[in-house]
Antibody, heavy 119, light 107 residues
């Protein structure tokens, strides 16, 4: 069955970077895109970006200067990196599979990585 | 960016009620709308895409409608397991954007 499993730290120091790996199973990264979304009480659900099956990426312009999404198809892994984190980046970060081509909704989600930015 | 407004942040419901949740986009999104259900501690669950297409496994008491800027999610005969927070999301243009959510609470 389709699964997305996230691994990454729960605590990040201010100004440091956040790296999360999303390991997928039950589907191929060469066939589906993977989105990154975060959720916080203050800002709700925010779309951060997506890496498409062909490897191209789209980023939310609000984060483009400090966000990078890449993948390794052979390992079924998607890599998320955000730089220069501040307190208001405290959130739950999710990876999620794109439903299908031209329908940019998310049908399967990772378990979420709860990230706190604090010294 | 397209803003998605869910007019009610929460409302009280009773089991068996018909519930309608509304979502308004700041511009025409041409039915590029998804609805999600989220329960505490869980990731969102996709219910509907394309404004009206029910995802596999979603009970038929859920339905979506709307066009242009205005969309609704309806639940006929609310069940206990439907008590959750519901979000709309547009995918007409990037950045993809979500509504702030509508939380259903039992009376």
């Amino acid at each position: 069955q389709v699964q997305l499993k996230q691994s990454g730290p729960g605590l990040v120091q201010p100004s440091q970077s956040l790296s999360i790996t999303c390991t997928v199973s039950g589907f191929s990264l060469t066939s589906y895109g993977v989105h990154w979304v975060r959720q916080s009480p203050g800002k709700g659900l925010e779309w951060l970006g997506v890496i498409w099956s062909g490897g191209s990426t789209d980023y939310n312009a609000a984060f483009i200067s400090r966000l990078s999404i890449s993948k390794d198809n052979s390992k079924s892994q998607v890599f998320f990196k955000m730089n220069s984190l501040q307190a208001d980046d405290t959130a739950i970060y999710y990876c999620a599979r794109n439903l299908r081509r031209t329908v940019y909704a998310m049908d399967y989600w990772g378990q979420g990585t709860s990230v706190t930015v604090s010294s | 960016d397209i803003q998605m407004t869910q007019s009610s942040s929460s409302f009280s419901v009773s089991l068996g009620d018909r519930v309608t949740i509304t979502c308004k986009a700041s511009e025409d999104i041409y039915n590029r709308l998804a609805w999600y259900q989220q329960k505490p501690g869980n990731a969102p669950r996709l219910l509907i895409s394309g404004a009206t297409s029910l995802e596999t496994g979603v009970p038929s008491r859920f339905s979506g409608s709307g066009s242009g800027k205005d969309y609704t999610l309806s639940i006929t005969s609310l069940q206990t397991e439907d008590v959750a927070t519901y979000y709309c999301q547009q995918y007409w243009s990037t950045p993809l954007t979500f509504g702030a959510g509508t939380k259903l609470e039992l009376k």
